[in-house]
């Protein structure tokens, strides 16, 4: 049985990539190995991320997705996986690693309704950037209240709004798209100059 991936093992995008197209073909590790030559053992150190597959034994894992070696290697990203690395990104920058470590988790926990196709994309889009909005508004109002009060000082109020001022560049980003709805949560709705 395959275990939980580890997030250093050396090809875990590899793994989060084999699994799910797996689940999106319904093949069980038997019929995938059988259709691939392989033993299943062979598929679990794939399906962990411990190993990549030799060129042949791609093709056929390929064939037998019906997608092409590039798109099972996850060498044309998509614009999905693009979004979700910039929103990963925003948030390191703002916050550092170990918060970016967090929406990049939050974030593939949605994964099956990206690759399932539950969602169309315009609302993956949406998806993704309410993420980073609601991850940045929490983040704020967290520190904000678990912040003694001796460490209040205005510099640090003033560093707080201008990380909340992201949550308007990420509305302008929404409304370049084209995709904005116009729907803002009732607790995004707040002047945050103050």
Not at 68 to 92: P, S, W
Not at 134 to 160: D, G, M, Q, V
Request: hydrophobic share 35%.
């Amino acid at each position: 049985m395959a275990k939980e991936i580890k997030a250093d093992a050396p090809y875990a995008d590899f793994a989060h990539r084999l699994r799910q197209l797996k689940r999106a073909k319904r093949l069980t590790r038997t019929a995938l190995a059988e259709k691939c030559g392989l033993v299943p053992a062979t598929l679990v150190n794939y399906e962990n991320g411990e190993r990549m597959p030799a060129a042949d034994i791609a093709a056929k894992m390929a064939a037998a997705f019906g997608i092409t070696i590039d798109e099972l290697m996850g060498v044309n990203e998509n614009e999905e996986t693009k979004r979700t690395a910039m929103a990963v990104e925003r948030i390191r920058r703002l916050y550092g690693k170990k918060q970016a470590m967090q929406i990049k988790e939050m974030l593939k926990s949605a994964e099956g309704l990206f690759a399932g196709g539950e969602l169309p994309p315009e609302v993956q889009d949406d998806y993704i950037l309410e993420a980073q909005k609601l991850f940045i508004f929490a983040t704020e109002k967290a520190k904000e209240k678990y912040t003694p009060k001796k460490y209040r000082t205005e510099e640090r109020a003033t560093a707080s709004r201008e990380r909340l001022r992201e949550i308007d560049a990420i509305d302008d980003e929404i409304r370049e798209n084209n995709r904005y709805s116009g729907y803002v949560h009732p607790y995004l709705r707040r002047d945050w100059e103050d």
